[in-house]
């Protein structure tokens, strides 16, 4: 596994850099943002906005939240992350004026930025684990399959901490590029297998996978913390599409369940 990169990373690639830092809240380290982050957020949206998408994306993204709700997410946590992140900085511009749209999209190499649904959907499912709905925090998370990084940005906003891993070289530098927009000391993107997991910093309250294996990795079931939970795409036996599956850690043992179906990119194994 190489060596994983740090926040911030150099210089912010939108010519500005948002303040943020870290303040300790109830003994837990939260992103504390020196001005609001949306506000960040927004002179980013200002200068990054393509032709066509108008000065600022926000009513854009409300919009967005609203078709959110219309098919039955509910998690307000979750929208309030949506707010403040705008989904186009993480496309190309050439696909920005869709970033709204509850579509899946190309981050290139093969790869797609899931839906917002799906990735708010998955989100909602981590929330309603048993810590995240006793701490109102998803806690220490590890996410598999960074992609653009977008949805990393929405769990820093959720998490203590977040270790995100993704394999191809290529995307692991557009997340990071991405991502220096903002001052996320929090947040480690690392370049390496995700079905190993990440055991320096286990064990992990939250594990989110935006790929889908025909079995869960052992690793990750050993780095999930007591109370902690789950939730990745996972195939079905017998070639019946795949599935998201929840599992939470008790202290007595593993609770599986699987919810509706899903379309993910394959989980692959090893790094390029
Ligand atoms: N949430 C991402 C979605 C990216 S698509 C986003 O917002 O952009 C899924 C990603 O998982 C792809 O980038 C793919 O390269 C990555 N992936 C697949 N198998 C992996 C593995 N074993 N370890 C780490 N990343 C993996």
């Known amino acids: 596994m190489s060596k994983p990169s740090r ?3 150099g210089l912010d690639s939108m010519g500005q850099a948002p303040a943020g830092a870290r303040a300790k809240t109830d003994g837990r380290t939260v992103l504390r943002p020196q001005r609001p982050l949306h506000e960040a957020a927004r002179d980013a949206v200002r200068q990054a906005a393509p032709q066509g998408l108008g000065l600022d994306s926000q009513p854009m993204r409300e919009r967005m939240i609203g078709v959110l709700r219309r098919e039955g997410i509910r998690c307000e946590p979750v929208f309030e992350a949506m707010r403040r992140v705008p989904r186009h900085v993480f496309v190309d511009t050439a696909l ?9 999209l190309p981050i290139g190499l093969g790869q797609t930025i899931s839906k917002p649904s799906v990735v708010a959907r998955m989100v909602e ?7 995240a709905r006793a701490g109102g925090s998803l806690g220490r998370t590890l996410e598999v399959g960074t992609g653009c ?18 394999r191809l070289k290529p995307l692991f530098e557009k997340a990071g590029t991405n991502l220096s927009a903002w001052r996320l000391d929090h947040v480690r993107l690392v ?10 910093n286990a064990p992990y309250e939250s594990i989110i996978a935006a790929a889908g294996g025909d ?39 593993l609770v599986r369940t699987e919810h509706e179906a899903v379309h993910f990119v394959p989980l692959k194994s090893g790094i390029a």
């Open 125 to 131: 499912l981590l929330f309603e684990g048993a810590q």
């Open 96 to 104: 920005a004026n869709q970033a709204y749209e509850d579509t899946s």
């Open 191 to 200: 370049h390496g297998d995700g079905r190993l997991g990440h055991g320096p």
């Open 7 to 9: 926040f911030p990373l």
């Open 149 to 166: 990084g977008y949805q990393t940005a929405l769990l820093a906003h959720l998490s203590s901490r977040v270790i995100s891993i993704e």
């Open 215 to 253: 079995d869960v990795p052992q690793p990750w079931l050993d780095q999930l913390a007591i109370g902690g939970r789950l939730v990745a795409p996972m195939h079905r036996s017998g070639g019946r599409g795949q599935v998201l599956l929840v599992i939470d850690r008790h202290a007595g043992g």
